[in-house]
């Protein structure tokens, strides 16, 4: 339980680093966030907490212009 909340505020604030990162980094600050992601994805242990970091992910994906690799990546995950 304690992994999965920590995952997501991991997730948080490389969605406010990926707010203020140049645009010339987004790839570099997405697939950061990917691989932490993937370190977590096990933690879950209610729905309402992978919904939770999935839309953490989400809003990475969006900062940094990465929302159809967010799609497959869920789709990969069967989410």
């Known amino acids: 339980m ?3 909340i920590v995952g997501i505020e991991i997730l ?3 969605d406010l680093m990926a707010s203020s990162i140049n645009p010339k980094d987004f790839d570099a ?3 950061f966030a990917v691989y932490t992601a993937k370190g977590f994805v096990n933690s ?3 729905s309402l907490d992978h919904e939770k ?3 953490a992910l989400f809003d990475i994906a969006v900062a940094t212009r ?3 690799d967010f799609n497959r990546l869920r789709e990969e995950a069967g989410s």
Request: proline letters at 0%; aromatic letters at 22%; a neutral charge.
């Open 66 to 68: 990465h929302e159809g």
């Open 53 to 55: 970091f999935n839309h």
């Open 44 to 46: 879950f242990l209610f």
């Open 29 to 31: 600050g997405w697939n």
């Open 12 to 14: 948080k604030v490389l």
């Open 2 to 4: 304690q992994g999965c």
